[in-house]
């Protein structure tokens, strides 16, 4: 998922993460412009400009006149702070997305092994399918990645391939998207027999009773 997929309608999570992204792009370089900074981060010109609006409003940067009617931003010590606890609060979550990911799939290809389901395939190439490749489990090899939108032959040293049928002889799922995962399963267990694929409950989708 691509930074605009990410933060073109902010929620809470994303408003920190431009947040952080502003902070971090003026501290890099002061001369930074409204039209870098939303080209850096992947999102519209207009948000960006209120980003940096509401950040100078928050006293976390301040903003000077600068030659040819341009502006420079500077971090304000409480920018610097703010700076500080946004990254410190983005690299928990990131541990503890990677610490949940890594159980969950280590889990389910630990299920498929108790079951004899020997060749797996991950649905979807993200973040959550890197994660998925470094688990293990006796006699479970990962096999492909299925993602009819990614556009490229691999990903995290698997091949990708654009449809389940591509992939040849599997014995399950692992739903590894990230990008409206419960549209994903919807229209994946349409068909592919729904017990055979493995949701990861930090996906949060209502699965499919069997």
Same mark, same amino acid.
């Given at each position: 998922?691509?930074?605009?997929?990410?933060? @073109?309608?902010?929620?809470? &999570?994303?408003?920190?993460?431009?947040?952080?992204?502003?902070?971090?792009? /003026?501290?890099?370089?002061?001369?930074?412009?409204?039209?870098?900074?939303?080209?850096?981060?992947?999102?519209?010109?207009?948000?960006?400009?209120?980003? +940096?609006?509401?950040?100078?409003?928050?006293?976390?940067?301040? /903003? @000077?006149?600068?030659?040819?009617?341009?502006?420079? *931003?500077?971090?304000?010590?409480?920018?610097?702070?703010?700076?500080?606890?946004?990254?410190?609060? *983005? +690299?928990?979550?990131?541990?503890?997305?990677?610490?949940?990911?890594?159980?969950?799939?280590?889990?389910?290809?630990?299920?498929?092994?108790?079951?004899?389901?020997?060749?797996?395939?991950?649905?979807? &190439? @993200?973040?959550?399918?890197?994660?998925?490749?470094?688990?293990?489990?006796?006699?479970?090899?990962?096999?492909?990645?299925?993602?009819?939108? *990614?556009?490229?032959?691999?990903?995290?040293?698997?091949?990708? $391939?654009?449809?389940?049928?591509?992939?040849?002889?599997?014995?399950?799922?692992?739903?590894?998207?990230?990008?409206?995962?419960?549209?994903? *399963?919807?229209?994946?267990?349409?068909?592919?027999?729904?017990?055979?694929?493995? $949701?990861?409950?930090?996906?949060?989708? @209502?699965? &499919?009773?069997?």
């Amino acid at each position: 998922m691509s930074n605009a997929e990410r933060i @073109s309608t902010p929620g809470k &999570a994303d408003d920190a993460e431009i947040t952080l992204g502003i902070l971090n792009a /003026v501290h890099e370089n002061e001369r930074i412009t409204q039209r870098s900074v939303a080209q850096e981060l992947g999102i519209a010109l207009g948000l960006a400009n209120a980003y +940096l609006k509401r950040c100078a409003k928050k006293g976390l940067i301040k /903003v @000077s006149q600068a030659p040819a009617n341009r502006y420079a *931003y500077y971090l304000t010590p409480q920018g610097f702070a703010e700076k500080s606890r946004l990254t410190a609060e *983005y +690299l928990s979550d990131s541990f503890r997305f990677f610490r949940s990911a890594r159980n969950q799939c280590t889990e389910a290809l630990l299920t498929a092994s108790q079951r004899g389901w020997t060749r797996i395939a991950l649905y979807g &190439a @993200s973040e959550l399918a890197e994660v998925a490749s470094l688990c293990e489990a006796a006699d479970v090899s990962i096999v492909a990645i299925v993602d009819p939108d *990614y556009g490229h032959d691999s990903f995290a040293q698997f091949p990708v $391939v654009g449809s389940i049928e591509a992939v040849g002889e599997i014995d399950a799922l692992l739903l590894t998207t990230l990008a409206d995962p419960q549209a994903a *399963y919807d229209s994946l267990i349409k068909s592919f027999p729904a017990q055979r694929v493995f $949701v990861p409950s930090l996906l949060r989708i @209502s699965e &499919a009773q069997s």
